[in-house]
T-cell receptor
């Protein structure tokens, strides 16, 4: 079936650098995307979302970019801090279907080196 | 303090026993969900409920059962029919209106001894 996946399982960055986490999705009908952050032993925390009618959306220190042509999503974290260390998931949904739940990728672990 | 609560945080079960995981929300959300997470993997949908007294199977419903008698509560029972129940279980809720962003509870880690 269609799925959402991530290019890199682990990303290591230096504190203060910018981080980019990538996600490829295969369902061309997906029109809503969310990035979640999950710290060890905790539930996923909502970071930012984007609809398919947008290419870019910015939050506090985070930016999500959506390229519908190549079905690619990325999360950019500016000035990465040790507290950003976690696993990041992208998730997608086709708002036009009756399926209410999200489809998740397998996650990327972000390690921030001091 | 509004949010989603799950209890217990850790749960141990002997093989052959049923066990029920609790999920409560005070966000006035209509929709609730149960996901399962295995180590190093993403979340997979077990069951979801769009409204009280209604629920639908997700991708991996076999060996699980749910009920939705109250808007605030969506308990999950892991039955003895579930072959590999050891996992991290996550409950989520959403408003039920587009885009219907889901918010998660802290999770319950179930270990079968």
């Amino acid at each position: 079936g269609e799925s959402v996946g991530l290019h890199l399982p682990t990303l290591s960055v230096q504190e203060g650098d910018n981080s980019i986490i990538n996600c490829a999705y295969s369902n061309s009908a997906s029109d809503y995307f969310i990035w979640y952050k999950q710290e060890s032993g905790k539930g996923p925390q909502f970071i930012i979302d984007i609809r398919s009618n947008m290419d870019k959306r910015q939050g506090q220190r985070v930016t999500v970019l959506l390229n519908k042509t190549v079905k690619h999503l990325s999360l950019q974290i500016a000035a990465t801090q040790p507290g950003d260390s976690a696993v990041y998931f992208c998730a997608e949904k086709d708002l036009g279907t009756g399926r209410r739940a999200l489809t998740f990728g397998s996650g990327t672990r972000l390690q921030v080196q001091p | 303090d509004g949010g989603i609560t799950q209890s217990p945080k850790y749960l141990f079960r002997k093989e052959g026993q049923n066990v029920t995981l609790s999920c409560e929300q005070n966000l006035n959300h209509d929709a609730m969900y149960w996901y399962r997470q295995d180590p190093g993997q993403g979340l997979r949908l077990i069951y979801y409920s769009q409204i009280v007294n209604d629920f639908q199977k997700g991708d991996i419903a076999e060996g699980y059962s749910v009920s939705r008698e109250k808007k605030e509560s969506f308990p999950l029972t892991v039955t003895s029919a579930q072959k590999n129940p050891t996992a991290f279980y996550l409950c989520a809720s959403s408003t039920g209106t587009s885009p219907d962003t889901q918010y998660f509870g802290p999770g319950t880690r179930l270990t079968v001894l």
